[in-house]
């Protein structure tokens, strides 16, 4: 008697007799019994909805989210506005109980909604093409890497120290199966050491992978960058901040080939670490070397406008073993959410959004200067995260902070310990300026 | 189905004109009747250099993506551009239609290619 | 009622928002020179009213499992439990950091421990990773796997994986993507493995086999205890496409059938929504022969996802566990295999039956029986959405022509089955006595016939 399983013992029967069988049993003759389970698997009696509840309630009491505490960590995760839209368009079942838009007859509101959510990267990324999403940031970069070697056909990836340590792991992994070399550029002075890019870049060099704003926060030199990796015929893949776009310089307008990202901070929260999504926009002249699904506009035999899965001819289910990639799933929820998210916020709210993290973290990063008790780790210009060195331990610190409420930043020194200790400050539109002082406070009064 | 005389042909469906020292290579009808409407093709550089049997690009319809192998060793010197921005002329004339022309180090071109006669015979086989 | 056609852009007007901030309670700062961007982003101006009456048009123009049957073979679209899309909601599971501090986040790693057991229970492995975001993911993380215990034998040559001509086409593609040669090995008539065939391709460069069980014909191959048997004596590993695991929970375990690494669809399986095309989540289970996924593990392949994986999903995952329990998953698998069986049997005299056997939970049909005008299964899909209907999945497994795979799936009721199957069954009758409608398909929904050639000849992918 379970509410998601419709056939009752009536039900059973009916299908048993048709089938000319005596018991359910009988289906499962092909399955040898030497490997049919003797007992039931070992799991707990099945629960009703009341109890179910009960026990996430419980697991959620000893997590301590963002709405109890005030969050001042990011480092590839984001504490950012959701609009209550975006929740209501997630929401509709029609978008999250359908799948794959293989019959695009019925699948018009999928495929106009991935439509526009391309439309809507390629307006805030400044590039030609998007295609539907990817796993998250850190696979985009994958695959990203291997349209550049695919496309010049050299087996060297350049990736800067200062691009995210979880998207560097999750590359080397990638890039490994296939030998592809991945060397990684040192930071210095918190960016990207412009001098050994100019040394490194060879013509064995693929594409160059760099992130801006980069981990610490602060803004990379594109411009000579991209001279240097386009005067050797590599490309520039640039992995960016959706959010900083609403006000900062675009990877197409700074020449970029393939720009990539995490979505997450465009209307989808937290949530541990996943689903996110990664967004992959390129140039037109590698649109279709671009892995994922990608939609496309066109017209019925009535010519009215519909949408249709395009380019389908490079994935998986075609192609197989020669396929672009093996992505199957995208991200639609998440893509979906991103939509909404820019729909809403639009032109202007993107922008106002940009421009308080810029200028709240900069009201932060300048208070919490104020005494000398702690500093910048470089003066450097910065779009919503710094990070702060001083004499007090990390690990006293979160505890103070924690002990009032309040998630810290990130201490950095775990994947950069040439730098020595310190913590990386994140603070997004929805930190106010008594959370900041109050975040202040505590650290000045630590010995 | 057409096969024309005076060509060579591959058992993988491509069909070789020799010109002296070069030869244009492209799909056969049986081929592209099989692809569908093409909707785009890749090709390869000039200067790029190939085996017999080597995968040269593909020819992308709606529902495959076939690549395409050059038959024999060589060369490319051109390339047919016009099919990147009509690629339907593939279906309308697919012996018209030459992706790639090679200048030829295979000496003697007949070895390992199918005449007309027997590449009918290799097309009826494999329906089967 | 009206038709909605518009784009979210075509509903923009310059002044309108659909958003308010608070205002902001500190001081402008200046923006750094050189750094700003020149062009605005095309991105619409509406109000709050538009965007909702847009996406809320947008998605009465979808088709879902919450609208009807949504038999996809290969894809288990089953119900998807309300209490799980609650449970992913709850602000202590989506509004947590991957970076906060261990105390902070005990119940989500109990709640990772516990699904982890779980898993490990029903398919009889030792232990497992949930970092892969998807099927295909854990597809390429399992075959990372088999190489890397391969090299840390000191074995270099290993670098073949066989598969079957039957298989999903992310199984090459991942092996590809993974490094690895692709070897396909044929079924026999009766629908499994070809034994002989197998044998011939077995030998020292082969790292392991690729398999699902039952497989994308939807039959349970009884030979693979023999198959894992041949394969592990040539000291290669078993890898399980967890992909139909819906016919097996409770029945039988991947672990006992000998498989070493399996993965398993959340998103398929345990009920977890399909969104649209995603997120899935991809859950690696494997025995124990020494690989695991947590990069700080000094035998690790390393990470292939950031953070843990799609936790959002995770959570759906258990609350279904939890619900089920062994009982409940043991009826589902048991109601999924008897209600494909008996739509097999009410379509067998219209639609060819490859292979006329028990099927488990999905079964593959070869087009129609009496066809004299030479109607194709995508004209039968077309015709079925004008009875308001989700098509089957469509020329897939490769191996049989005009293929039809269709999987109900445990969550749909006799009455729900029955008039699929007399839409079916009308359409076979329709194919002989008026055929030009079934060509002409589909007449009633939003858009006909889709002119899938020119969107591929001239993309236009954004407005």
């Avoid at chain 1, 009535?302 to 994935?315: D, H, I, M, P, Y």
């Avoid at chain 1, 994947?415 to 930190?431: A, F, N, S």
């Avoid at chain 2, 099919?83 to 390992?112: C, F, K, V």
């Avoid at chain 3, 692709?182 to 499994?192: T, Y």
Wanted: proline residues 5%; contains cysteine.
């Amino acid at each position: 008697m379970f509410p998601y399983l419709p056939a009752t013992p009536e039900d059973e029967t009916k299908i048993l007799e048709k089938l000319g069988l005596h018991s359910a049993e009988d289906v499962f003759e092909d399955i040898p019994p030497s490997i049919r389970l003797q007992k039931d698997p070992n799991l707990e009696r099945p629960k009703s909805e009341l109890e179910v509840e009960r026990i996430l309630k419980d697991l959620c009491s000893r997590n301590l989210d963002a709405e109890r505490a005030v969050i001042f960590l990011g480092a590839g995760s984001y504490d950012h506005y959701i609009p209550s839209t975006v929740r209501y368009v997630t929401g509709r079942s029609e978008f999250s109980t359908s799948y794959t838009p293989y019959q695009p007859e019925v699948s018009q509101g999928t495929l106009q909604a991935i439509f526009e959510y391309q439309s809507m990267i390629c307006a805030i990324t400044g590039m030609d093409v998007s295609n539907a999403s990817l796993y998250d940031g850190a696979s985009a970069a994958a695959e990203a890497a291997r349209m550049a070697t695919n496309r010049t056909r050299r087996r060297q990836i350049l990736v800067s120290e200062t691009v995210h340590p979880e998207t560097r792991k999750v590359l080397s992994t990638f890039l490994g199966c296939h030998g592809i070399a991945c060397e990684v550029l040192p930071v210095k002075s918190g960016v990207t050491d412009m001098e050994m890019l100019e040394e490194k870049v060879s013509r064995e060099t693929a594409g160059v992978i760099l992130q801006n704003p980069n981990f610490f926060g602060f803004f990379e030199d594109i411009g000579s960058a991209e001279k240097i990796i386009h005067n050797k015929k590599g490309l520039l893949i640039l992995s960016v901040d959706p959010i900083s776009l609403g006000l900062f310089k675009t990877p197409g307008e700074w020449g970029a080939d393939i720009a990539i990202g995490e979505g997450q901070s465009l209307g989808n929260p937290m949530s541990f670490g996943g689903p996110y999504l990664g967004f992959l926009a390129c140039t037109k002249s590698l649109m279709r070397k671009m892995p994922g699904r990608i939609v496309g506009q066109t017209r019925d035999t009535e010519g009215k406008r519909g949408f249709v899965s395009t380019l389908q001819t490079r994935e998986q289910h075609i192609r197989r073993e020669k396929a672009t990639s093996n992505i199957c799933s995208n991200e639609s929820l998440n893509a979906l959410a991103a939509s909404v998210y820019l729909a809403t916020m639009g032109k202007e709210g993107l922008k106002e959004v940009a421009r308080q993290c810029y200028d709240k973290a900069h009201y932060a990063a300048s208070i919490l200067t104020a005494s000398g008790k702690y500093r910048l780790l470089y003066d450097h210009p910065f779009f919503m995260e710094f990070p702060v060195v001083g004499a007090p331990s990390d690990e006293r610190i979160h505890e103070a902070l924690l002990r009032e409420g309040i998630l810290g930043g990130y201490a950095f020194q775990k994947d950069y310990p040439q730098l020595g200790h310190g913590i990386l400050y994140c603070v997004t539109e929805k930190r106010t300026k008594q959370e900041i002082h109050n975040l202040q406070r505590i650290l000045e009064g630590m010995e | 189905m057409k096969v024309l005389d005076g060509l060579y042909y591959s058992k993988d469906h491509e069909w070789v004109k020799p010109e002296g020292s070069h030869a244009l290579v492209g799909i056969t009808d049986h081929a592209q009747l099989g692809l569908g409407d093409v909707v785009y093709v890749e090709l390869p550089e000039e200067g790029d250099e190939f085996q017999a049997g080597d995968p040269i690009g593909v020819v992308e319809s709606v529902k495959a993506a076939s690549d395409v192998y050059t038959p024999i060793a060589g060369k490319v010197i051109r390339v047919n551009g016009k099919l990147i921005d009509h690629p339907e002329r593939i279906n309308q004339d697919p012996y018209g239609s030459w992706l790639i022309e090679l200048e030829t180090t295979d000496a003697d071109m007949e070895e390992g290619l199918l005449s007309p006669e027997e590449y009918k015979m290799w097309c009826l086989e494999e329906d089967e | 009622m009206k038709e909605y056609n518009k784009l979210i852009l075509e509903c923009s007007r310059p002044g309108r928002t659909a958003y308010r901030l608070p205002e902001s309670d500190v001081p402008e700062f200046p923006l750094p020179d050189g750094l700003l961007r020149e062009r605005e982003p095309e991105l619409p101006e509406v109000s709050e009213v538009d965007v909702i009456r847009h996406y809320t048009n947008l998605s009465r123009k979808n088709y879902a499992v919450d609208i009807g049957m949504y038999p996809l073979g290969s894809c288990t679209m089953k119900y998807n439990p309300r209490i799980n899309e609650e449970a992913a909601r709850m602000s202590g599971f989506s509004n947590i950091h991957p970076l906060q501090p261990a105390e902070t986040v005990q119940g989500a790693l109990e709640l990772m421990a516990g699904t982890e057991k779980m898993l490990c229970e029903l398919t009889g492995m030792s232990a497992f990773t949930l970092q892969p975001a998807a099927g295909a993911q854990g597809e390429i993380t399992g075959l990372m796997m088999i190489r890397a215990y391969h090299r840390h034998r000191g074995d270099e040559k290993r670098r073949r994986i066989i598969i079957p001509d039957s298989a999903h086409g992310t199984n090459p593609a991942s092996a590809s993507m993974a490094g690895m040669e692709v070897v396909e090995v044929k079924s026999d008539e009766e629908g499994g493995m070809d034994l002989d065939a197998l044998q011939e391709v077995l030998n020292d460069e082969v790292a392991g086999l690729m398999l699902t069980n039952p497989n994308t014909l939807g039959l349970f191959d009884k030979n693979i205890v023999k198959i894992a048997d041949m394969v592990h004596k040539t000291g290669g590993l078993l890898y399980y496409d967890g992909a139909n695991a819906n016919a097996i929970l409770g029945i039988t375990r991947p672990g006992d059938m000998g498989f070493d690494i399996v993965h398993l669809n959340l998103h398929k399986t345990f009920s977890t929504p399909h969104g649209g095309g995603g997120p899935g989540s991809g859950a690696v289970v494997h025995n124990g022969k020494g690989y695991v996924l947590e990069e700080n593990r000094p035998l690790s392949i390393g990470k292939v996802k950031s953070w843990y994986g799609n936790f959002g999903v995770v959570v759906r995952a258990y609350c279904y566990i939890l619900s089920m329990g062994a009982e409940g998953l043991k009826a589902a698998s048991r109601i999924a295999v008897l209600n494909a069986n008996y739509m097999k049997e009410m379509l067998k005299d219209y639609y060819k039956l490859p292979y006329d056997r028990t099927c488990m939970h999905e079964f593959v049909l070869g087009g129609l029986k009496n066809n004299p005008y030479g109607i194709t299964a995508k004209q039968i899909a077309k015709r079925l959405m004008d009875y308001g209907l989700h098509p089957p999945t469509t020329y897939f497994p490769l191996i049989v022509h005009e293929a039809l795979m269709v999987e109900p799936t445990e969550t749909e009721s006799v009455e729900s089955m029955e008039e699929y199957v007399q839409a079916l069954i009308r359409i076979a009758q329709e194919a002989v006595a008026d055929p030009d409608v079934v060509k002409t398909a589909p007449h009633t929904t939003v858009v006909k016939q889709l002119d899938e050639v020119q969107a591929a000849r001239n993309p236009v992918v954004k407005w």
